[in-house]
């Protein structure tokens, strides 16, 4: 377990190195990538993947909707294979000027390989970002934004993640600044600040592990634990809660601020059921997120505020970050949702994916997700 645990913290500790190195190549290739006359065809972006990668397309949406002013959504995969034009003909009208973007480090999911194909045939532009040319994916799409990052041995997905959302960023950015909705000046502005991103990702690899570890020392009657957040960083509460799945074999599961309250707020046993909530100081969802600190202590719950303000929760229930535009927060918060994981498991003893093993061998060298058979009906 503590060699686990180890593999783990490395991750972490690589992430700044990783966005140092490879965000502006990164950057290099996604300014190649499209054709002007592509973009301008463009009238609505979907974003879409299976696991992490759903979960940085779903960091990525709001950012792209407010550079591009286009409709952005975030799909899963299944959504955007099977349920999108349903029932309609190929090249109704209705997919022209739809760019799918599919975000897939492997290349190899099924179901996105199925969505790349059908919309493709239904008249949309694809683009694959992808850590491998090669893949099934690589070969599905019209184009290819290669994310592949150098191995950094075996955890639990945080540098693929982020070199998932690094890519989306800035596909987004170029898109922007070739529709004009910002200017060479402000896109460059925005490459520089998520490569200075690498600081703040060293130095909250060291500086969050206590902080995480005494959280978690209370977690012995836990059964399930709520991640929450709303906009970019409801895509780091669905990412926190996977890796307390895949690492500590918890029932964790994300939950929107706003419907916290509506639904998680009523769950039983509430002393068992810790939360854990991502708050960026400049999110557009900053006031609902402070009342919703206000109601938890007086649930009994255990709850964690990950934030760059003291405004959410007192010390001890706050974790501090770096302040950072709410669009480049879930890079950040990737660190906490790791280290979370790695201590949940080293203390309940548990083995990621369950070893693979037992009930689990079905699960071995991914086959749930890329032996699933690919469908060619409409």
Same mark, same amino acid.
């Given at each position: 377990?503590?060699?686990?645990?180890?593999?783990?913290?490395?991750?972490?500790?690589?992430?700044? &190195?990783?966005?140092?190195?490879?965000?502006?190549?990164?950057?290099?290739?996604?300014?190649?990538?499209?054709?002007?006359?592509?973009?301008?065809?463009?009238?609505?972006?979907?974003?879409?993947?299976?696991?992490?990668?759903?979960?940085?397309?779903?960091?990525?949406?709001?950012?792209?909707?407010?550079?591009?002013?286009?409709?952005?959504?975030?799909?899963?995969?299944?959504?955007?294979?099977?349920?999108?034009?349903?029932?309609?003909?190929?090249?109704?009208?209705?997919?022209? $000027?739809?760019?799918?973007?599919?975000?897939?480090?492997?290349? &190899?999911?099924?179901?996105?390989?199925?969505?790349?194909?059908?919309?493709?045939?239904?008249?949309?532009?694809?683009?694959?970002?992808?850590?491998?040319?090669?893949?099934?994916?690589?070969?599905?799409?019209?184009?290819?934004?290669?994310?592949?990052?150098?191995?950094?041995?075996?955890?639990?997905?945080?540098?693929?993640?982020?070199?998932?959302?690094?890519?989306?960023?800035?596909?987004?950015?170029?898109?922007?600044?070739?529709?004009?909705?910002?200017?060479?000046?402000?896109?460059?502005?925005?490459?520089?600040?998520?490569?200075?991103?690498?600081?703040?990702?060293?130095?909250?690899?060291?500086?969050?592990?206590?902080?995480?570890?005494?959280?978690?020392?209370?977690?012995?009657?836990?059964?399930?634990?709520?991640?929450?957040?709303?906009?970019?960083?409801?895509?780091?509460?669905?990412?926190?809660?996977?890796?307390?799945?895949?690492?500590?074999?918890?029932?964790?599961?994300?939950?929107?601020?706003? &419907?916290?309250?509506?639904?998680?707020?009523?769950?039983?046993?509430?002393?068992?059921?810790?939360?854990?909530?991502?708050?960026?100081?400049?999110?557009?969802?900053?006031?609902?997120?402070?009342?919703?600190?206000?109601?938890?202590?007086?649930?009994?719950?255990?709850?964690?505020?990950?934030?760059?303000?003291?405004?959410?929760?007192?010390?001890?229930?706050?974790?501090?970050?770096?302040?950072?535009?709410?669009?480049?927060?879930?890079?950040?918060?990737?660190?906490?949702?790791?280290?979370?994981?790695?201590?949940?498991?080293?203390?309940?003893?548990?083995?990621?994916?369950?070893?693979?093993?037992?009930?689990?061998?079905?699960?071995?060298?991914?086959?749930?997700?890329? $032996?699933?058979?690919?469908?060619?009906?409409?």
């Amino acid at each position: 377990m503590q060699e686990q645990f180890e593999a783990f913290c490395e991750q972490t500790r690589s992430l700044g &190195e990783l966005v140092r190195t490879e965000s502006d190549t990164i950057a290099g290739r996604a300014r190649l990538l499209l054709r002007m006359e592509d973009v301008y065809a463009v009238r609505q972006i979907i974003l879409t993947g299976s696991g992490d990668s759903f979960f940085a397309a779903l960091a990525v949406a709001p950012a792209l909707r407010a550079w591009t002013g286009l409709p952005v959504n975030a799909m899963v995969s299944m959504e955007a294979s099977r349920y999108v034009d349903n029932g309609r003909p190929p090249r109704s009208g209705r997919t022209r $000027g739809l760019l799918v973007i599919a975000i897939s480090s492997s290349g &190899e999911v099924a179901r996105l390989i199925e969505a790349v194909q059908r919309l493709r045939r239904f008249g949309a532009l694809t683009v694959a970002v992808t850590g491998d040319n090669d893949s099934r994916l690589g070969q599905s799409a019209e184009r290819i934004l290669n994310i592949a990052i150098p191995s950094a041995g075996s955890g639990p997905g945080g540098r693929s993640y982020v070199a998932s959302l690094l890519g989306a960023l800035h596909l987004g950015i170029r898109i922007a600044e070739m529709l004009m909705c910002m200017t060479m000046e402000q896109a460059d502005r925005l490459r520089r600040d998520l490569v200075l991103l690498n600081e703040p990702l060293t130095r909250m690899a060291a500086q969050c592990v206590e902080p995480v570890a005494e959280f978690v020392r209370s977690w012995d009657s836990v059964f399930a634990v709520d991640c929450i957040g709303s906009g970019p960083a409801l895509a780091s509460a669905h990412f926190a809660a996977a890796k307390l799945v895949e690492a500590a074999g918890l029932h964790a599961a994300a939950q929107d601020v706003e &419907e916290f309250h509506h639904l998680n707020y009523f769950v039983d046993d509430p002393q068992r059921v810790p939360a854990i909530i991502f708050a960026p100081s400049q999110a557009l969802s900053r006031t609902r997120t402070q009342e919703l600190a206000r109601i938890l202590p007086p649930l009994g719950r255990p709850y964690l505020v990950i934030t760059d303000s003291a405004d959410f929760a007192p010390p001890g229930h706050s974790l501090m970050l770096r302040e950072v535009d709410e669009f480049f927060a879930p890079l950040l918060h990737a660190v906490p949702a790791t280290l979370l994981a790695a201590h949940a498991a080293l203390r309940r003893g548990s083995v990621h994916f369950r070893g693979l093993t037992g009930p689990w061998r079905g699960a071995q060298d991914a086959a749930l997700v890329r $032996g699933s058979s690919i469908e060619s009906g409409s």
